[in-house]
């Protein structure tokens, strides 16, 4: 049954479609709410800036000069907590003489170096340059010297 505009049902009126939004205007709206969410975010929900560690504790350890000094005897060497001992880093490691490894393959011949964990050479055995030699995947012309 069809309502009129006073209330009152009348059956021989049909029913009223409900009027919607056109697809721009739906469009509009869903970019206004996300506006709103995006720039009212920050505000109800502020972060605090992380506070700085305690000075004497986690302080930054400097790095070590390669040149290693005599250490002093033990009795005159103040003792270090353990937290300061657990935080310095290792020294980095370094090779001395450069070293290639080849991995070989029927498809393809990588050549790696220690220095770095480059790829020095990828040469794939079935695809040809225009040499006629195997395709080599490293441009060696381009290579940086490194300053190992």
Same mark, same amino acid.
């Given at each position: ?40 975010? +920050? ?5 605090? &800036?992380?506070?700085?560690?305690? @000075?004497?504790?986690? /302080? #930054? %350890? !400097?790095? *070590? ?8 005897? +033990? ?5 270090? &907590?353990?937290?300061?001992?657990? @935080?310095?880093?290792? /020294? #980095? %490691? !370094?090779? *001395? ?52």
């Amino acid at each position: 049954m069809a309502e009129s505009k006073n209330g009152v049902t009348t059956p021989n009126q049909p029913p009223r479609p409900k009027k919607e939004l056109p697809m721009e205007l739906r469009l509009l709206l869903a970019f206004v709410l996300m506006g709103v969410v995006m720039f009212t975010t +920050p505000y109800l929900f502020k972060s605090t &800036p992380p506070s700085p560690p305690p @000075a004497g504790e986690n /302080a #930054p %350890v !400097a790095q *070590e000069p390669d040149v290693q000094e005599p250490a002093p005897p +033990p009795e005159t060497r103040p003792a270090e &907590p353990a937290a300061a001992e657990a @935080a310095r880093a290792p /020294a #980095p %490691v !370094a090779a *001395e003489q450069e070293q290639l490894h080849v991995v070989e393959t029927d498809l393809y011949k990588v050549t790696f170096s220690n220095r770095g964990g480059v790829v020095t050479s990828w040469l794939l055995k079935d695809h040809r340059a225009t040499t006629g030699e195997p395709l080599e995947l490293v441009n060696t012309a381009a290579k940086v010297p490194r300053p190992f």
